[in-house]
């Protein structure tokens, strides 16, 4: 091992076979989802035209613990545990006392942290003859592991992508069908959610998502698939903490001052915090525990806390959570993973509840810091956990004017490959802030239903 990058792994029998589940441990229960017709709790049979028994069940469990399923480990084991390394070079470009590690997801085959819930999404699934999974995309790291995960287990899938990302991000898509997917740009002309807005669009996760949700409601053979927000897929990637737990301990670091994480629906950041905010709870540590989004979709920073749909249509479910309002569509920034208008509930409930901090960064500052990461550290990360990587140097720095010894864990939830076109435009001076204005923000959660 070099002294520059050190690298934690686990052995096979170190292997996590379980998935955590916050909600049993959380200090006061989380509200429930509302239907949008009643406004009354959603139960089981609410869900059951879109999602498997297996995924509903683990939407509304309690239960500390649920084993993972062998089919899944043993797809997991492609490419799980994920390395966890400690940024030596990195430190000492900083000069800080901080010890700064990154958890790396970027390892999978689709390159991000979720293929942790596609291939168990699509294992339930297939458990009951689904035939077609639809789904929808922002950046498309979601749709990439979805189609993997769908060939896999002789599925077909279907994509909405998020028009922005679908024009500006042609080799994603490209991924997406090498795996076997098929994309369509949001807002199509396939469906009636699609035909609500003109073709050249720039779209949004909640456009996507209506129209997904929309085909598979109409086909008994399809179920859709969600990559992020609900409780069953926070659940699927807490294999990432779990695992970063244990390759801590490794390292010597029996507890953590700062845990960070960029979040957009919610589920990367939830992945790698919930085990940590579990260790908290217990009083075995006590890391400040942050969310960072951008500052052009501040959905934990200045959105409201209240019930609001999940997509722009109103076909999901009320949820309770932070949102920028359904009819929000943010600017087309590139980390198109961080474009949604609201947060996943449970995330929003640990916020709510002051388990877990938010700040929001302009997309300049964090491509800033993802250039010295890759020219320390050899890894162009992904435009979305640039935003972690911004939030962990101004900690960094820090420590540094104080002298204080840190220890700092980063999720790094993917890796920037496919995304050169955003560093290019940073690096060629056209990459622009748009924080969001205070008059589009009244506009947007204007159109919030009263419950």
């Given at each position: 091992?070099?002294?520059?990058?050190?690298?934690?792994?686990?052995?096979?029998?170190?292997?996590?076979?379980?998935?955590?589940?916050?909600?049993?441990?959380?200090?006061?229960?989380?509200?429930?989802?509302?239907?949008?017709?009643?406004?009354?709790?959603?139960?089981?049979?609410?869900?059951?035209?879109?999602?498997?028994?297996?995924?509903?069940?683990?939407?509304?469990?309690?239960?500390?613990?649920?084993?993972?399923?062998?089919?899944?480990?043993?797809?997991?084991?492609?490419?799980?545990?994920?390395?966890?390394?400690?940024?030596?070079?990195?430190?000492?470009?900083?000069?800080?006392?901080a010890?700064?590690?990154?958890?790396?997801?970027?390892?999978?085959?689709?390159?991000?942290?979720?293929?942790?819930?596609?291939?168990?999404?699509?294992?339930?699934?297939?458990?009951?003859?689904?035939?077609?999974?639809?789904?929808?995309?922002?950046?498309?790291?979601?749709?990439?592991?979805?189609?993997?995960?769908?060939?896999?287990?002789?599925?077909?899938?279907?994509?909405?992508?998020?028009?922005?990302?679908?024009?500006?991000?042609?080799?994603?898509?490209?991924?997406?069908?090498?795996?076997?997917?098929?994309?369509?740009?949001?807002?199509?002309?396939?469906?009636?959610?699609?035909?609500?807005?003109?073709?050249?669009?720039?779209?949004?996760?909640?456009?996507?998502?209506s129209?997904?949700?929309?085909?598979?409601?109409?086909?008994?053979?399809?179920?859709?698939?969600?990559?992020?927000?609900?409780?069953?897929?926070?659940?699927?990637?807490?294999?990432?903490?779990?695992e970063?737990?244990?390759?801590l301990?490794k390292?010597?670091?029996?507890?953590?001052?700062?845990?960070?994480?960029?979040?957009?629906?919610?589920?990367?950041?939830?992945?790698?915090?919930?085990?940590?905010?579990?260790?908290?709870?217990?009083?075995?540590?006590?890391?400040?525990?942050?969310?960072?989004?951008?500052?052009?979709?501040?959905?934990?920073?200045?959105?409201?806390?209240?019930?609001?749909?999940?997509?722009?249509?109103?076909?999901?479910?009320?949820?309770?959570?932070?949102?920028?309002?359904?009819?929000?569509?943010?600017?087309?920034?590139?980390?198109?993973?961080?474009?949604?208008?609201?947060m996943?509930?449970?995330?929003?409930h640990?916020?709510h509840?002051?388990?877990?901090?938010?700040?929001?960064?302009?997309?300049?500052?964090?491509?800033?810091?993802?250039?010295?990461?890759?020219?320390?550290?050899?890894?162009?990360?992904?435009?979305?956990?640039?935003?972690?990587?911004a939030?962990?140097?101004?900690?960094?720095?820090?420590?540094?004017?104080?002298?204080?010894?840190?220890?700092?864990?980063?999720?790094l939830?993917?890796?920037?490959?496919?995304?050169?076109?955003?560093?290019?435009?940073?690096?060629?001076?056209?990459?622009?802030?748009?924080?969001?204005?205070?008059?589009?923000?009244?506009?947007?959660?204007?159109?919030?239903?009263?419950?």
């Open positions: 091992m070099s002294d520059d990058q050190i690298m934690f792994t686990l052995d096979e029998s170190e292997q996590v076979t379980h998935w955590y589940n916050i909600v049993a441990d959380l200090p006061t229960p989380p509200p429930p989802p509302l239907h949008p017709g009643t406004r009354e709790p959603v139960g089981p049979d609410d869900l059951a035209p879109l999602f498997p028994i297996e995924l509903i069940m683990q939407e509304v469990t309690g239960e500390r613990y649920v084993e993972i399923p062998g089919p899944v480990l043993d797809v997991y084991k492609q490419y799980r545990p994920s390395p966890l390394y400690r940024a030596r070079r990195w430190e000492q470009k900083l000069g800080t006392p010890r700064i590690y990154y958890k790396y997801e970027g390892v999978s085959p689709a390159g991000s942290h979720k293929t942790n819930t596609a291939i168990p999404q699509v294992y339930y699934n297939s458990l009951h003859g689904i035939r077609r999974l639809t789904t929808e995309t922002g950046a498309g790291q979601w749709g990439t592991a979805l189609s993997y995960a769908a060939a896999l287990f002789d599925v077909e899938c279907e994509v909405w992508q998020v028009g922005a990302s679908y024009d500006t991000k042609p080799q994603r898509r490209t991924l997406i069908e090498v795996f076997g997917g098929t994309v369509h740009r949001s807002p199509s002309r396939l469906t009636e959610s699609g035909k609500a807005f003109p073709e050249d669009h720039p779209g949004s996760l909640g456009i996507a998502i129209e997904a949700v929309e085909v598979a409601a109409q086909d008994e053979s399809s179920k859709y698939a969600l990559g992020s927000v609900l409780n069953h897929v926070l659940l699927h990637q807490t294999v990432i903490g779990e970063a737990l244990r390759q301990a390292a010597g670091e029996s507890s953590v001052d700062l845990v960070v994480g960029c979040a957009g629906g919610g589920s990367n950041f939830a992945g790698l915090a919930f085990p940590f905010l579990r260790e908290k709870l217990a009083g075995n540590q006590d890391p400040t525990i942050l969310a960072v989004e951008p500052s052009s979709c501040p959905t934990l920073t200045r959105g409201e806390y209240r019930y609001d749909f999940g997509d722009t249509a109103g076909l999901t479910p009320l949820m309770k959570m932070y949102t920028l309002g359904h009819d929000f569509v943010p600017s087309p920034i590139h980390a198109g993973g961080l474009r949604y208008h609201g996943a509930p449970l995330v929003s640990a916020v509840e002051g388990l877990i901090e938010a700040t929001a960064l302009h997309q300049s500052e964090c491509f800033e810091a993802g250039l010295e990461f890759a020219r320390t550290q050899g890894i162009v990360a992904a435009p979305e956990s640039s935003h972690a990587l939030q962990a140097r101004r900690e960094a720095l820090a420590a540094k004017e104080s002298g204080e010894e840190k220890v700092i864990v980063i999720g939830s993917g890796h920037g490959l496919l995304e050169l076109g955003a560093y290019d435009a940073f690096l060629s001076g056209r990459l622009e802030d748009d924080p969001l204005s205070d008059d589009a923000l009244a506009t947007a959660l204007a159109g919030v239903p009263i419950v």
